[in-house]
């Protein structure tokens, strides 16, 4: 029987159905209640009694016809019947949804809900979390005592860094168990932007702290928060209500995907609530925008956990990736152009080209066929709904939906369903699927173009990996459009590679149902993700791979320079080597352009000042002693030492243009009022030397020079005879 097919069945057959799926996600028994029986009218107002782990379950089976909601008359029911049966633990499920109302009194009920989504992935994960024996994994107990230490520390915020699929609720429901233990808290608010978040989240607090021990209320859909020891929040619901909530009224602030904190609302709820401790969580915490997450929890002293998506990887409790990179849209004349004077900007303007879209249909049919994806179910990022809509023509109409946030609720939920439920193999969205929203049957993820940033492809990747029972492997195709992206995988995989193995984490969950277990025909693989780039991704790749040297030196550079201003010494042309360590004056040439290129690049503005000075000054000084004002090129080869000049010529254009003329007999060469004493006074500069001072840092190899221009090369020729004079100078062997 397929899930769809509960929608035809008899209402005596739904509630079997029901009672069987419960029976194989992890209940001991699940017995359908007999009309009559137990009462002498009807069934008592429950469906089925359930049992797990020797705790019974009420439960209410409510099957409906497509957009029948559930309203608060089968919660009724279900309360009225299980203080019948004297049984506290309830669950209302239903082949539909609930109105939110339901949703709202439930959760102050202590009720569990089941919608269709939460079916169909009970269904596909033959597991469930309801009534689940919770006991901590080792990752978890290490965040748990590290955030107990740092909070013995006097630390009031703390942010938890947790791929998606560790468990981040269970680790800081467990933690909030602990400090309530310890008499640290009383009340606690966990907010969070997806009411889909807020109700998993609840479900994972009542397996923790148990039902009826703790009283909890609802804030979201317009609900006020009540006088309850949990309060479970939206953020838009919260911060329109703010005004009547007092600053210390929580004494615990949970805050889910912790990395929208620094959005406007979210600060704005944040830096109202004056609780004891604050908790962010989050799988991702960097942002597109550069915002500090870190200040909204402490820093980075309050950042504990760090266990992001390779280590989840490394440790094999996500589904292994077996992930594609192709570059197809590579301008190969560009690329061979590049290889000498490259920059990230020179890559992403010159070598990405405007891809045939219609291929991009044929790689994917393509990797279906070689790798014999009997049923795909192929989730493809776009970059736009523009690009969605624009995409979607080139698959087959009855093959594809997409799903997209200017849809209507009803749509769009209707959209996800026919994708999990029936054999469409294609769903296209745009940033949708990156927090609170599952597609665990999806074996096969596709980005097309270049994602919004790294945060959510790393959620949309995370997301997309969690295991299944049928579900071991998925294939990633990445229609990289930006050397960020080939980095941003190239990166992924070193730091799988890297990552230390915690031999404790390497064990499968004792849990029965849980499907970080090997499964019965899983492929054996030792890897933990395997990257394959396509012939001109490996190419990009390698010049990728050249530039890693620059950018890191880059880096490291700028930090002694600032370090050594922060102490008083001023970075020269002349003390470079001997204050620098292991830096030469031919690494600031390359990666700089000059001292000044590095003086700006350094944070102290006060630095970049001096520097500019000196060059002003030793410019004057010349224009004093000549009484002749020269280009930019003649300054700039008077000051350089032959490998390091001191300022590039558009710098020193800088400079000039703030330099005025002097009242005595100073004039521009070139220009009219030039006399004959004037020229004579001039310097004459060597040719040769000037030559060799301006490829110095531009030629390595013979391969160099081949991509010069053709009037460079007639330069060279004209003034050396033969480039391997030029060779022999530079010592290019």
């Not at 089968?74 to 339901?102: P, W």
């Not at 499907?515 to 990257?531: C, N």
């Not at 000084?621 to 002749?628: F, G, N, P, Y």
């Amino acid at each position: 029987m397929k899930f769809r097919d509960l929608d035809s069945l008899s209402p005596d057959d739904f509630e079997h159905a029901i009672a069987d799926l419960l029976l194989r996600s992890g209940w001991h028994e699940a017995d359908v209640t007999r009309v009559n029986s137990t009462f002498k009218h009807g069934d008592g107002g429950i469906d089925i009694i359930a049992t797990r782990r020797g705790i019974r379950f009420a439960v209410e089976a409510k099957q409906r016809g497509k957009g029948n909601l559930v309203d608060v008359k089968a919660l009724n029911q279900l309360q009225t019947g299980a203080k019948l049966y004297g049984i506290n633990n309830r669950i209302l499920v239903t082949n539909s949804y609930f109105t939110s109302e339901v949703k709202i009194r439930a959760l102050r009920l202590g009720v569990e809900l089941i919608d269709r989504d939460a079916l169909k992935s009970m269904w596909e994960y033959e597991a469930s979390e309801i009534g689940r024996e919770i006991k901590a994994r080792a990752y978890q107990e290490s965040i748990i005592e590290e955030c107990l230490k740092t909070i013995g520390t006097g630390q009031r915020k703390l942010l938890i860094e947790m791929a998606t699929g560790l468990g981040k609720t269970y680790t800081v429901a467990l933690l909030t168990k602990e400090l309530l233990s310890r008499g640290a808290i009383k009340r606690v608010l966990f907010i969070a932007h997806q009411i889909e978040i807020i109700t998993q989240s609840v479900s994972a607090f009542k397996n923790v702290l148990g039902v009826g021990n703790y009283t909890m209320s609802a804030c979201f859909a317009g609900a006020a928060p009540e006088q309850t020891d949990f309060v479970f929040a939206t953020f838009d619901t919260l911060f329109n209500r703010l005004r009547y909530i007092d600053h210390s009224e929580f004494d615990l602030v949970i805050v889910d995907e912790a990395h929208h904190a620094p959005a406007r609302t979210y600060g704005a709820v944040l830096d109202h609530l004056k609780s004891k401790y604050m908790i962010g969580l989050t799988a991702t915490p960097q942002r597109m925008d550069g915002l500090d997450v870190h200040g909204f929890f402490g820093g980075e002293s309050g950042h504990v956990g760090r266990y992001d998506l390779a280590w989840a990887l490394k440790h094999k409790k996500l589904a292994f990736p077996r992930y594609k990179v192709i570059l197809d849209n590579v301008d190969q004349a560009k690329l061979d152009q590049l290889r000498a004077g490259l920059s990230v900007q020179d890559i992403d303007k010159s070598i990405f080209l405007h891809r045939k879209d219609d291929g991009i249909i044929s790689k994917i049919n393509e990797c279906v066929e070689e790798n014999k994806i009997a049923t795909p179910k192929c989730i493809v990022f776009c970059k736009s709904i523009e690009h969605m809509k624009y995409m979607i023509g080139y698959f087959n109409p009855s093959d594809v939906v997409m799903i997209h946030s200017k849809q209507p609720d009803d749509e769009r939920r209707e959209n996800i369903r026919r994708f999990r439920e029936t054999d469409l193999s294609y769903v296209l969205v745009v940033d949708l699927f990156n927090e609170g929203i599952d597609i665990p049957e999806a074996n096969m993820l596709v980005f097309l173009r270049q994602t919004s940033s790294r945060t959510i492809w790393l959620q949309q990747l995370g997301r997309g990996l969690r295991k299944t029972k049928n579900k071991s492997i998925v294939h990633v195709l990445d229609f990289v459009g930006s050397f960020k992206q080939i980095e941003n995988v190239r990166d992924l995989q070193r730091a799988v590679d890297r990552a230390p193995i915690d031999k404790d984490s390497l064990k499968p969950d004792a849990e029965p149902n849980s499907f970080d277990r090997p499964q019965a025909g899983d492929p054996i693989h030792d890897e933990s993700i395997l990257v394959d780039f396509d012939e001109s991704a490996a190419q990009v790749l390698t010049l990728i791979e050249n530039l890693e040297f620059r950018l890191t030196t880059r880096a490291r550079i700028i930090r002694q320079v600032n370090h050594a201003f922060s102490n008083g010494i001023v970075v020269t042309s002349e003390n470079i080597e001997t204050v620098l360590q292991d830096v030469s004056r031919d690494q600031v040439a390359t990666i700089f352009g000059s001292l000044l290129g590095l003086a700006r690049a350094c944070e102290p503005e006060d630095y970049a000042k001096i520097i500019a000075k000196q060059v002003e000054g030793r410019i004057r000084k010349s224009i004093d002693e000549q009484a002749i004002q020269h280009s930019a090129k003649y300054y700039r080869l008077q000051l350089s030492d032959g490998v390091l000049d001191i300022a590039s010529e558009i710098e020193i254009d800088e400079i000039l243009s703030g330099i005025s003329p002097s009242p005595s007999k100073a004039v521009s060469v070139g220009a009219q009022s030039d006399t004959t004493e004037a020229q004579s006074e001039s310097p004459q500069i060597d040719p040769k030397a000037a030559l060799i001072a301006k490829y110095s840092n531009l030629l390595s190899s013979v391969d160099d020079y081949k991509q010069l221009s053709d009037e460079d090369k007639k330069e060279i020729k004209a003034t050396f005879k033969s480039p391997f004079a030029l060779f022999k100078e530079l010592r290019i062997g």
